[in-house]
């Protein structure tokens, strides 16, 4: 038995069309190799993690003052001592999750920590939520980037909704091009926009600081007289969404440069910093002017009008803040593939979502996001207002979660090392246990404010999706189990076996199970000349896939090709030209597969064998010679127990 590698070219001669359109559209793929290249560090990493958190700024303010309006004008001295509170639950979020990615260096993400640490069930809840917050996140981003444009150009409002499609799809164009490239687009907008809301922020309290303790007094005053207080916890749950975004950074992992640990806490550092300080800022101005919402006009945009007029920096911040709540969808862009390959690899979604694409990005999960994220803003007519109640609701979920798991963790870590309750371990604990306590208040209150605005939604949404996670998962699980073979038994099936070379046949393998144990024996009884080709992707898959094929001891040639580009297709595709070429004559192509009991099953699988057929029918070499190819099937029956 002889062991070959063979290393495929990069671009094929004969290219499918859609393939060629591909590559222009997306670039030449990128090899695993360059993968450490494409990491970002702190200045790349901040601008487009925490774009997300950071466009909040242009709508949180106001949205406390829209349901602080609806109770009456008085309400609005409210907003100060609400913002604060936020800040005070947004400080401690930060702080906690600095621990957290400090303790999941490689992605500390809700559901990977309540998954060690909770449990499978509370896992897929955190990570649920977190799928419809991500979808949520960027149709609330590029609704409200639309309305901050529409605020400045009025005469754009009959495009509403066609504006929000393009810039969806421009936006999972530039993330389809590789994280790098999508970060360089997010750094200058993103910097730029920072720097005049701090200059913004400092003038304003500049200008009004003089009547902020007077107001502050009156608002404490009407807090002791409120006898309900369900107005305070809308506006409350209108002003968490700032918090939102903060997930993505501790979901970061590999994404950042080593030690990915440092450059993530330093990211969460800043990112709490300059939110927590131009929110609060933008509130105390906003009371100070005693701006209210208004349906024609954002806050934000009032508030640079009242302060610097009708000038190039009021136009200047009005274009920042629609490129920044255009771009706030990048953050998601990262985090939402990079949780679907996760839940994925782990066999509770399709497995293709795992699979990293020519540009070294999930690039399906990329591509489900923004076609639910169509469908959200079609749904609610790019209405930034309708979708904001269901908002936050998700990501709260998975604070507390998040937090929870830590609680756990180093309740583990003091057990296992005999610390005191007062060591550091200890002190984590505890800052973990207070952020818990936060977060599982302020999901509460936002979820009894929200509810009846749509929230309930959420208690629907997320068992379908969990449920769905669960079919997923038993799908495979059934799939391995009829698939299973024992090679002890299976490699003495070998009497009817050929002893003619009369033809080249060759079978492409990705591992070994009943399938391929049946394409195998059918190849083996028409000649000995049987070359099996693994792809080498993952290099633990293909040593453990050589090692079941030469105990089957069927006089084999196993042909090991390199694909850098992490492509399946292209190298056996490649290899089959090679052989051809070197025969004078085209091969016996056998393709392996499974058939699933039910159609929709096949949304499951890559279907590599029929992927391979159409690739080659544009791909042939050898004129006036009929290729042949034999598809064996195995057939999957429905276990109804």
Request: proline share 3%; hydrophobic share 50%.
């Amino acid at each position: 038995m002889k062991i070959l590698s063979f290393p495929f070219q990069r671009v094929l001669p004969h290219t499918h069309p859609i393939t060629r359109l591909r590559t222009l559209l997306l670039g030449h793929p990128l090899k695993s190799s360059a993968q450490h290249r494409e990491r970002l560090g702190f200045f790349l990493g901040l601008p487009l993690l925490a774009v997300d958190a950071l466009s909040s700024i242009a709508y949180a303010t106001e949205e406390i003052l829209i349901a602080l309006s609806l109770a009456g004008s008085h309400f609005l001295v409210l907003s100060i001592p609400i913002a604060f509170t936020i800040v005070i639950v947004l400080t401690s979020l930060i702080a906690s999750y600095r621990q957290t990615v400090q303790a999941y260096p490689e992605g500390g993400g809700a559901y990977i920590v309540a998954r060690n640490n909770l449990g499978i069930p509370f896992a897929l809840v955190a990570a649920s939520s977190l799928l419809i917050d991500y979808v949520l996140t960027v149709a609330v981003s590029m609704t409200a980037s639309i309305r901050a444009i529409c605020s400045a150009f009025p005469y754009l409002l009959n495009f509403k909704l066609s504006l929000c499609f393009s810039g969806l799809w421009l936006l999972t164009w530039i993330n389809l091009r590789g994280i790098r490239e999508s970060a360089y687009a997010v750094a200058f907008p993103v910097g730029a926009f920072i720097i005049l809301i701090i200059c913004l922020c400092i003038d304003g309290l500049f200008k009004t600081g003089i009547s902020f303790q007077k107001q502050a007094f009156s608002s404490f005053d009407v807090f002791l007289d409120i006898a309900t207080f369900a107005v305070v916890l809308r506006a409350f749950a209108g002003g968490c969404t700032a918090m939102a975004g903060i997930e993505a950074v501790a979901n970061a992992g590999n994404m950042l440069t080593n030690p990915s640990s440092m450059v993530a806490r330093q990211i969460l550092l800043a990112l709490g910093v300059i939110l927590g300080c131009t929110f609060l800022s933008i509130t105390i101005i906003s009371q100070n002017l005693d701006l209210k919402p208004m349906l024609s006009e954002s806050l934000l945009s009032q508030l640079t009008r009242n302060l610097w007029g009708d000038s190039l920096l009021y136009h200047a911040i009005q274009i920042l803040t629609a490129t920044v709540l255009f771009l706030a969808a990048n953050t998601v862009f990262a985090g939402f593939p990079k949780l679907s390959a996760i839940l994925a690899k782990d066999g509770w979604l399709p497995r293709q979502l795992s699979a990293i694409g020519d540009r070294l990005v999930f690039s399906k999960g990329i591509l489900w996001l923004a076609i639910l994220a169509s469908l959200l803003i079609l749904i609610f007519r790019g209405d930034t207002h309708a979708l904001i109640p269901l908002y936050a609701i998700g990501v709260f979920s998975a604070f507390t979660l998040s937090q929870l798991g830590m609680v756990k963790y180093w309740r583990q870590h003091l057990k296992e090392t005999s610390q005191s309750f007062w060591s550091a371990t200890g002190c984590k604990m505890m800052l973990n246990t207070f952020g818990a306590c936060l977060t599982g208040i302020a999901l509460l209150v936002t979820f009894e404010a929200k509810f009846s605005e749509g929230a309930f939604l959420t208690v629907i949404v997320v068992p379908i999706i969990v449920s769905l996670c669960y079919s997923v998962k038993k799908h495979y699980n059934e799939i391995e189990k009829q698939l299973k073979v024992d090679i002890t038994i299976e490699k003495n099936i070998n009497k009817k076996f050929s002893h003619s070379k009369a033809s080249t046949v060759i079978v492409p393998v990705s591992r070994v199970h009943k399938g391929t144990l049946e394409a195998l024996r059918f190849a083996r009884q028409m000649t000995t000349d049987v070359k099996v080709i693994i792809v080498d992707i993952q290099h633990d898959d293909t040593t453990q896939t050589k090692l079941q094929l030469e105990a089957l001891e069927w006089d084999l040639d196993i042909i090991v090709l390199n694909s850098p580009y992490r492509s399946i297709i292209r190298p056996i595709i490649d290899y089959v030209h090679y052989l051809d070429a070197a025969n004078g004559t085209s091969c016996v192509l056998i393709l392996p597969e499974f058939i699933p009991a039910r159609w929709w099953h096949n949304l499951l699988h890559n279907r590599t064998a029929e992927v391979i057929v159409r690739t080659l029918s544009w791909n042939e070499r050898l004129r006036n010679q009929a290729r042949i190819i034999i598809n064996v099937p195995y057939y999957i029956y429905e276990d109804k127990h």
